[in-house]
Structures are given as structure tokens and as C-alpha cells.
Nanobody, 127 residues
Framework: QLTLVESGGGLVQPGGSARLSCLVYGNTLDSYAIGWFRQAPGKNREKISCISESERGIIYLDALKGRFTISKDNAKNAIHLQMNSLDPDDTATYYC????????????????????WGKGALVTVST
């Protein structure tokens, strides 16, 4: 059983940066595909990034490539999402998610395949 705890959300000005962290409790990360989803107000939850022990970090959405980076800190049992050049369209609740023995490739990390969810961290991009 995993517990995922997000931190780092808040109010950010357009063009600014933010870094989300997800601390993982209950097991080490090496058996999981782990990453981030986000859900904007009135929209469906969407998959945005994933990383695993054997796979490099993936950013799924073209609009986020070059701006968002996912990383993993095995020593702290945590993952991070560095978000740069933020836009009001990035306003959303960001959820940490994990799948046991999952893959980041193909549909391996789709929403319906996630085993564990964090409670979410709200990021608001606004002046």
C-alpha cells in the first residue's frame, strides 16, 4: 500500500516556475511507474508525465514538452515535476499517481490503470 503526498502548489504568475514534489510512503519506488496527472476546472483528468526505474521520464502532452520535466529522487523516495514558463492554461489540480509494476509506455500509465493517487496540489497561474 502506497501513500502519495504532493507539495509545492500555489499561486504563480504567468511566465513563472513552480516545482511539485510527491513523497512516497509505504514502499520504495523501484517497483512502480509513477508520475503526474492534472485536472483543470470543468475538464477531465489528463496524463502528463511518468517515470520508472527502467524508463526515462516522459512528458506526454506536446504543449508541455520543453517546459515540464519529471525527475526521481530514490534517496528521498520522491518524484518532482519542474514546471517552467507557466501559462494560465496550466491552472489545475496536479495529482501524483503510481502503478505497481507498470510501464510509462503506450497505455501502461493510463488513468484507469493507476493503483494509487495522491490528494492533489492546486497550481493557479494568474496575475
Amino acid at each position: 500500500q502506497l501513500t502519495l503526498v504532493e507539495s509545492g502548489g500555489g499561486l504563480v504568475q504567468p511566465g513563472g516556475s513552480a516545482r511539485l514534489s510527491c513523497l512516497v510512503y509505504g514502499n520504495t519506488l523501484d517497483s512502480y511507474a509513477i508520475g503526474w496527472f492534472r485536472q483543470a476546472p470543468g475538464k477531465n483528468r489528463e496524463k502528463i508525465s511518468c517515470i520508472s526505474e527502467s524508463e526515462r521520464g516522459i512528458i506526454y502532452l506536446d504543449a508541455l514538452k520543453g517546459r515540464f520535466t519529471i525527475s526521481k529522487d530514490n534517496a528521498k523516495n520522491a518524484i518532482h515535476l519542474q514546471m517552467n514558463s507557466l501559462d494560465p492554461d496550466d491552472t489545475a489540480t496536479y495529482y501524483c499517481a503510481a502503478r505497481f509494476e507498470g510501464s510509462c509506455l503506450g497505455n501502461g500509465f493510463d488513468l484507469t490503470r493507476v493503483d494509487y493517487w495522491g490528494k492533489g496540489a492546486l497550481v493557479t497561474v494568474s496575475t
